[in-house]
């Protein structure tokens, strides 16, 4: 498309529109990607039964030793003060631990029509759109 004769209104209502388009994507990128890992883990899990074996039994043999023992919920326990960190990987220096949401994160979330008061949508922007990093 031609933006060279559009008037600088016309330009910001296209780019306006070009975000929400994004933000639409990016929602149904997400909820795609979490349909299809369902259904992966729902296939593994049909494999695993089928041949008569415990699902939890298997997972602990896919697991490293040294991994297992943190792979509960990801949550540490109270007191700890030891909480995973989450980097942005556009930027490597926002970086979120826990607390207060930064303004950045705020505003990549609104960006992809994520509501940043909601727990789920939070928990899935930062298992997304996040890499986590252990100290």
Do not use: C
């Not at 041949?51 to 896919?62: P, Y």
């Not at 949401?101 to 939070?122: F, I, Q, T, V």
Request: net charge neutral; charged share 35%; glycine share 6%.
């Amino acid at each position: 498309m031609e933006y060279q004769h559009l008037s600088a209104e016309e330009l910001k209502t296209q780019i306006e529109q070009t975000k929400q388009r994004e933000a639409e994507l990016q929602k149904a990128l997400n909820q795609r990607w979490q349909a299809e890992k369902s259904e992966l883990a729902q296939e593994v899990r049909d494999i695993i039964e089928s041949r008569g074996h415990d699902v939890e039994e298997i997972f602990s043999h896919l697991m490293p030793s040294s991994r297992r023992r943190r792979a509960g919920s990801g949550v540490k326990k109270a007191g700890s003060g030891n909480y995973t960190r989450y980097v942005d990987p556009e930027n490597p220096n926002n970086v979120y631990s826990r607390g207060v949401l930064p303004r950045w994160m705020k505003e990549k979330m609104a960006a992809l029509g994520l509501d940043s008061g909601k727990k789920d949508d939070r928990e899935s922007f930062k298992t997304n759109h996040l890499q986590p990093v252990q100290d």
